[in-house]
């Protein structure tokens, strides 16, 4: 599923202006606050934290991609540590008011991941307890979130689950992580943070002010203003300027694109995909692209991928689009076989690339 790199701009500039600028409720070397559980959904409930006992508390979602992603990982390191650590995964987030719903669609996402998600999970409840006493005390953005409790009971470290909790845990066990450490190194980073946000607030505020507006010529003209006052904004905000331009501008959008395409991100296959996808994709605001353009850059970013799934349908709806139906069944067909193929990959995304490959087969049908 692609999304429109405006909403990255839109996310970075809020974060920037609402961004919290002291230290959190809940933080490195802090007591871990209790775990209130509205529902068990696998495994034994664990009742207390601390005692002894070394525990990962993760924050996922039904609805969550990366999550998703986390979870066989999780399952190894739940293996890997038995006897020496417990892994819980709190489902958080779910956009389901209804109790019985929503421990519904929980409990048939944990059945049907079977052995891939072994380990304690369990859930929030409606109030969102667990939600407000972990991840919004301890100013978590999104998930999934890992917290590492250590034996007395205290927060000895937050990330993602893919990045160092494998680590983290083993020290915690072998008895020398250094929690004091981990609280420095987390205050160095949240004040180069802060640092980084007051930059956005002040340059991506006028852009954000601006889409909201739906001025888009103020838009393009906000982030050249921060492109020129400081380059590193450069990759964040040029290449939605077509999109934005395109609203008022579509030559002119269309030329950045192919000049976006020969130099910035000649080399970038994920870059590549976003621009032709700009063009020719969902919630594009091209009228008439250009299509020979779009396969142009699509057919690139698919060569640098060495075939991502993901360009491969961008590649398979430009051929569409450009009229060349029997090349995007073709392509569609080597995306859906890849993606199928590919281990965790998004069911739903998938999903989408077959009802693409069947509005693509239609006019073959008709013929």
């Not at 034996?151 to 845990?169: Q, S």
């Not at 505020?205 to 739906?214: D, E, F, I």
């Not at 995304?349 to 013929?367: M, V």
Request: proline share 4%; aromatic share 8%; with cysteine.
């Amino acid at each position: 599923m692609k999304k429109p790199i405006a909403a990255l701009i839109l996310s970075a500039a809020a974060a920037a202006v609402f961004g919290q600028a002291k230290k959190p409720d809940l933080f490195v070397g802090d007591s871990a606050p209790p775990l209130v559980i509205a529902k068990w959904v696998k495994g034994e409930p664990v009742q207390t934290l601390g005692n002894g006992q070394i525990t990962v508390v993760e924050f996922w979602a039904t609805w969550c991609g990366p999550c998703k992603q986390s979870i066989p990982h999780l399952t190894e390191l739940a293996k890997k540590y038995e006897g020496k650590a417990t892994f819980v995964g709190v489902d958080a987030f779910e956009r389901i008011p209804s109790a019985d719903d929503c421990y519904s669609k929980v409990s048939k996402f944990v059945t049907d991941f079977g052995d891939k998600m072994d380990y304690h999970v369990a859930m929030d409840g409606t109030d969102g307890t667990m939600a407000k006493t972990w991840m919004e005390a301890a100013q978590q953005p999104g998930i999934p979130t890992a917290f590492v409790i250590d034996r007395d009971g205290k927060v000895a470290w937050i990330g993602h689950p893919m990045m160092g909790l494998d680590e983290t845990v083993q020290k915690v066990i072998d008895g020398n992580f250094d929690e004091k450490a981990e609280a420095d190194k987390e205050l160095t980073a949240m004040a180069k943070q802060q640092e980084s946000q007051a930059k956005q607030a002040k340059y991506l505020g006028p852009v954000t002010t601006a889409l909201r507006a739906k001025d888009f010529r103020g838009a393009v003209k906000a982030a050249d203003a921060a492109i020129a006052a400081d380059a590193s904004f450069r990759a964040m905000l040029i290449a939605s300027e077509p999109g934005w331009m395109a609203h008022y501008d579509e030559s002119g959008a269309t030329k950045l694109i192919s000049t976006l395409a020969d130099n910035d991100f000649k080399d970038n296959a994920m870059m590549l995909n976003q621009l032709a996808w700009g063009m020719i994709g969902d919630g594009s605001t091209f009228t008439h692209p250009d299509t020979a353009l779009a396969v142009k850059i699509a057919e690139r970013a698919v060569k640098l991928s060495k075939g991502d799934p993901n360009i491969l349908d961008t590649l398979g709806l430009a051929y569409f689009k450009a009229g060349r139906t029997k090349d995007a069944v073709s392509t569609e067909q080597k995306a859906i076989l890849t993606a199928s193929q590919t281990k965790d990959f998004d069911a739903a995304t998938l999903t989408e690339f077959k009802t693409r490959l069947a509005s693509f087969e239609k006019p073959i049908a008709s013929s």
